[in-house]
């Protein structure tokens, strides 16, 4: 009854965003040949992540939460790692995203957490560059930019003003207005002791309390899977954490 009677009074109340999710689409597929490119040119002080042109479908998160705005950030889950992802005033959200072979899951939640949508599906390309190690970085307040330090066991750092590194590590991108994710993968890990470093860059002249939150999966997709997830608060610009020093493999 109380549905009903929301039905008939057209309260907004009771309605539930619409969550369109464009890519990936569910199923099986080869990525075969697939046209792809993981890092990008960003230009402080706003940038917000957005795909390549040219960027292949199999290679994007891509959709839209109808009447969302941009006052809150989405929930994007992949392959059970979740993190937040900004829309823009369309409700339109946009990344690159390096997805295994084998099976994948996304799911993407609405601000308010009443409307989801969710694609699995199965990449059979065994050809395909699989990252071992995959850092994800992310965090909750819009405004502010915190960066991404990846230091590999041969000492090669991977951060925003050098992402890419000799060792075959890459950060894609570097997200400043909040949010992120910013995502550290490598298909050929150097054995040994790596750390994990969070930086508050700035906070548009402000110092907001953000929490980061930072995910480590190694050999993803596989039986040896392993995650783990720590959260970081970040108090004010110019903070530099060490979040975690651990061996690979």
Request: with cysteine.
């Amino acid at each position: 009854m109380k549905t009903l009677r929301c039905l008939l009074l057209f309260l907004p109340a009771c309605a539930h965003a619409q969550v369109q999710l464009d890519a990936p689409k569910g199923g099986w597929r080869n990525t075969a040949g697939e046209d792809t490119q993981y890092t990008q040119t960003v230009n402080y002080p706003a940038s917000s992540v957005n795909s390549q042109p040219g960027q292949s479908e199999t290679a994007m998160i891509r959709g839209r939460i109808a009447g969302a705005g941009k006052k809150k950030p989405a929930t994007l889950v992949v392959n059970g790692v979740s993190m937040p992802v900004e829309l823009d005033e369309n409700g339109q959200f946009q990344r690159p995203y390096s997805f295994t072979s084998g099976s994948n899951g996304v799911e993407v939640r609405a601000p308010d957490g009443k409307g989801r949508a969710r694609a699995q599906f199965y990449d059979n390309y065994r050809g395909k560059t699989q990252p071992q190690l995959r850092i994800v970085l992310s965090w909750d307040t819009p405004g502010t930019d915190l960066d991404l330090h990846v230091v590999s066991p041969d000492g090669a750092h991977a951060w925003w003003g050098g992402r890419v590194t000799g060792n075959g590590g890459a950060l894609d991108v570097d997200v400043t207005t909040g949010y992120g994710p910013e995502i550290y993968a490598s298909a050929a890990p150097p054995p040994g002791t790596y750390h994990i470093y969070v930086n508050y860059y700035g906070g548009g002249g402000t110092s907001v309390l953000t929490v980061a939150q930072v995910a480590i999966i190694s050999h993803e997709g596989t039986t040896r899977e392993k995650q783990q997830v720590f959260q970081i608060p970040m108090r004010a610009p110019g903070e530099l954490t060490l979040v975690k020093s651990f061996k690979f493999p």
